[in-house]
């Protein structure tokens, strides 16, 4: 198990359950009521600990090694009925961004997502979820067959932005983020859209506009990591956390100035600490809104789409 | 006696009898440090006569440039930034909001203007560069928004004229949904069939490029503009590698693609007219 910095307290409680769980196997010495305490101590901790995270603390959860990436989400989701579809059809398969379709009970569904990895051999194998243009271009390809078989789409966003090289930038990145944008405004099935980690500004927004925008309680979601920000309005790295709480980036300060529609709640103690329950507040939410929104008609969903990015931004008129 | 000895002074003009060159008399070119005189820069529409190097002109510039007779209405001039986040870095965002306001005299990073070039009517969005490195906040999003809806209710063709270095980071999440935003007006503009022509200038990057400047039916650029989406120092850093020469220059782009064609800035006027003929006839 990896343990955040914040998160000490809930370490060495971890410890010491553990050492009692070896001593209750010899089966010497009963410690069950020292076990019972310890778990209702460790979920004390956890309750303490998240309730009050900073903002910089939601990233660092956000960004935890063991959190559930998209697949995971897709799988659990789709109850393993998921296949993936491959590649651009110009280039290449980017392996970053994941898609395809699985079915949610019964109901066929085209899902896609960014897609990290889960160790060292991994992530590099998915490019650290940073997608290059392919991936954008991929991931279109696939909502346009979704389109074409009328049946709805879910993202699953989780990426650090999109790949800053020279192929990406030879390939246009901006050019394919940008075509989402216009294209994926304009889709006639529903489209959710779930920030399940990091959502980093363009790279996130790409695969990012839907009916609904959800995020994940410890997601974060802006226009530039706290380090970047940091490093271009203070030119060092340092300022992350001050960055982090000026950007305004964890789930709620994104619902109270209406970005998002709506947080799902993570379990206590963060996705990492339990898949099963994050599954299950995911799984719900997506089956209340894929119900609402398939009632509706794809043209009265156009405009509300349109409507509701249209209506974001901040200012005066005199 | 020593050869480095002085023997004369060196200026011997008083104070008083020093004659002042007027301030903005001289334009020296940053391309090749050509010194021409102001006037003449100016009727070489802020290109270098000898080099070609474009000069990162405004607004005000290129309605001058576009508009017959410089003649033509700007529209929703009055949107301001009212700091939604509350943001401070170094200093609080609404102080260096005055100041740039101060200094430049704009109230935001794009203009909106209605007009005609040789004759053909048409809506024109510039960015202005002085003004926060050109950044998209709200204000340019509502106001490029409203002239895309302007383009719509009148049937008028839309250029819009980029340059900036991508989104306001004091704006954050705000700033990011403007390229949402934006991306939705255009796709009821395209749906239309109303004519788009983005043109791309020094520098063109970051979320602008991920949104509307890549987005024209026509993508258009002056000659040796930087247009990217992530910026030079970020790749370099990322990849830990040289970049090539001529990386995410115009002529770069237009050889990889994503650009119709490169417009010297003396052609831009009669190419626009002509091509907005073109699809109307």
């Known amino acids: 198990m990896v343990f955040l910095d914040f998160e000490n307290d809930i370490k060495e409680l971890m410890e010491q359950l553990e050492k009692s769980r070896a001593i209750q196997e010899k089966g010497k010495v009963d410690v069950t009521k020292t076990i019972a305490e310890l778990e209702d101590n460790i979920n004390k901790a956890r309750e303490r600990i998240y309730a009050e995270l900073t903002p910089w603390q939601h990233v660092q959860v956000s960004r935890h090694p063991d959190r559930p990436y998209a697949l995971a989400h897709i799988n659990a989701l789709s109850n393993n009925t998921f296949i993936e579809l491959h590649g651009d059809r110009t280039v290449k398969d980017d392996k970053a961004m994941v898609g395809g379709f699985g079915s949610i009970d019964g109901k066929t569904v085209m899902f896609i997502g960014q897609q990290k990895g889960i160790n060292a051999k991994m992530r590099v194998y998915r490019n650290f979820g940073m997608a290059n243009p392919e991936g954008y271009r991929k991931a279109l390809r696939l909502m346009r067959l979704a389109e074409k078989f009328n049946k709805p789409i879910i993202t699953f966003i989780d990426t650090p932005g999109a790949y800053p090289g020279i192929e990406a930038e030879e390939r246009g990145q901006g050019e394919a983020i940008a075509r989402n944008l216009i294209e994926m405004m304009q889709l006639k099935v529903p489209v959710i859209c779930i920030v399940i980690g990091e959502g980093a500004s363009g790279g996130a927004l790409g695969i990012g506009i839907g009916d609904k925008v959800f995020m994940l309680e410890n997601a974060w979601y802006s226009v530039i990591s706290p380090e970047s920000c940091s490093t271009i309005l203070w030119r060092t790295r340092d300022q992350k956390e001050q960055a982090a709480a000026a950007l305004k980036l964890t789930a709620a300060d994104m619902l109270e100035h209406n970005l998002i529609d709506g947080i799902i709640p993570e379990p206590i103690g963060g996705a990492h600490s339990d898949h099963e329950s994050t599954f299950q507040f995911v799984r719900k939410e997506v089956k209340k809104h894929l119900t609402r929104l398939s009632k509706m008609d794809a043209e009265e969903r156009i405009e509300k789409r349109i409507a509701k990015f249209s209506a974001m931004g901040s200012f005066v008129e005199e | ?281």
């Open chain 2, 1 to 281: 006696m020593g050869w480095f000895k002085r023997i004369k002074g060196g200026i011997t003009t008083s104070t008083q009898n020093k004659k002042e060159t007027p301030e903005g008399l001289w334009h020296k070119c940053p391309g090749c440090k050509q010194v021409t005189p102001t006037a003449e820069n100016e009727a070489n529409l802020w290109v270098c006569a000898k080099c070609g190097h474009h000069q990162r002109i405004g607004s005000k510039e290129y309605f001058h440039i576009l508009f017959d007779d410089g003649r033509f209405e700007l529209f929703n001039e009055q949107i301001f930034s009212n700091d939604p986040l509350h943001f401070t870095d170094s200093r609080p965002y609404t102080e260096r909001l005055e100041e740039t306001c101060e200094k430049t005299g704009l109230h935001d990073a794009i203009r909106t203007a209605i007009g005609t070039a040789d004759g053909e009517k048409l809506i024109v969005a510039a960015m202005d560069f002085n003004f926060i490195g050109g950044s998209m906040g709200s204000v340019v999003g509502e106001k490029l928004s409203r002239a895309i809806d302007r383009c719509i209710e009148e049937n008028v063709p839309l250029m819009v004229i980029s340059r900036s270095g991508g989104a306001r980071m004091m704006e954050a999440a705000y700033s990011l949904m403007q390229m949402a935003k934006t991306s939705a007006r255009l796709s009821l503009l395209s749906k239309k069939g109303i004519p788009y022509i983005s043109l791309l200038t020094d520098p063109t990057t970051g979320g602008i490029t991920a949104s509307f400047a890549m987005l024209g039916d026509l993508n258009i650029a002056e000659p040796g503009a930087l247009i990217g989406f992530a910026g030079p120092r970020v790749i370099k850093e990322t990849i830990g590698k040289d970049l090539p020469k001529d990386f995410q220059t115009s002529e770069f782009v237009l050889e990889h693609g994503f650009l119709d064609k490169i417009v010297p800035r003396k052609e831009l006027k009669p190419f626009i007219a002509n091509m907005l003929r073109m699809l109307a006839s």
